[in-house]
T-cell receptor, first 115, second 113 residues
Framework: DVKVTQSSRYLVKRTGEKVFLECVQD?????MFWYRQDPGLGLRLIYF???????EKGDIPEGYSVSREKKERFSLILESASTNQTSMYLC??????????????FGPGTRLTVT | AQSVTQPDIHITVSEGASLELRCNYS??????LFWYVQSPGQGLQLLLK??????LVQGIKGFEAEFKRSQSSFNLRKPSVHWSDAAEYFC???????????FGKGTRLSVIA
């Protein structure tokens, strides 16, 4: 089974701190994604990457950056955390090797609270 | 651009009753369609997917969905709901290649005795 792990389930940070959210997948997937999930807004794509050192902006990249130095790891960085970044963050991965309808596999999520 | 609409924010059904969750999509070509479920505090788990062939798709946990091109719909159904089905359900649409899935805003399902 594909496993996507996220470094923390719960995280509390102070305003202005630099925050790193780590995601690791163990199935050699080339595509990785970061979403944030807020009540009533569903999942919104922050960034995605389809190869090592590649990144693409999603729908809401402002205030975030990403890093993908190794294929299995995709990091989300909040350069200076703000209270409006309090949210659930979900990482996902996928591979076009799965076939024409390649689903995304999700990690358990990190609930980040910025105070 | 692709988009997904889940018209119902919250649905409550009685245990043992049938369930239908609605999903409408917008996409120019033949879409790849997915239903995911999210239990409280958890990540998303795939229930089923459609990309071609039979328009009635069977998934895990007794769920099925029917693709109707003429209505741009991909509704999720279950004949008899169990209390453990209480969760949030997301419909998603994808294109070919490695583009990300586009998700609806979700439907929260409550199950009452």
């Amino acid at each position: 089974d594909v496993k996507v792990t996220q470094s923390s389930r719960y995280l509390v940070k102070r305003t202005g701190e630099k925050v790193f959210l780590e995601c690791v997948q163990d199935m050699d997937h080339e595509n990785m994604f970061w979403y944030r999930q807020d009540p009533g807004l569903g999942l919104r794509l922050i960034y995605f990457s389809y190869d090592v050192k590649m990144k693409e902006k999603g729908d809401i990249p402002e205030g975030y950056s990403v890093s993908r130095e190794k294929k299995e790891r995709f990091s989300l960085i909040l350069e200076s955390a703000s209270t409006n970044q309090t949210s659930m963050y979900l990482c996902a991965s996928s591979s076009t090797r799965q076939g024409p309808a390649y689903e995304q596999y999700f990690g358990p999520g990190t609930r980040l609270t910025v105070t | 651009a692709q988009s997904v609409t889940q018209p119902d924010i919250h649905i409550t059904v009685s245990e043992g009753a049938s369930l239908e969750l609605r999903c409408n999509y917008s996409y120019g070509a033949t879409p790849y369609l997915f239903w995911y479920v999210q239990s409280p505090g958890q990540g998303l788990q795939l229930l089923l997917k459609y990309f071609s062939g039979d328009t009635l798709v069977q998934g895990i946990k007794g769920f099925e969905a029917e693709f109707k091109r003429s209505q741009s719909s991909f509704n999720l159904r279950k004949p008899s709901v169990h209390w453990s089905d209480a969760a949030e359900y997301f419909c998603a649409v994808g294109a070919s290649g490695n583009t990300p899935l586009v998700f609806g805003k979700g439907t929260r399902l409550s199950v009452i005795a």
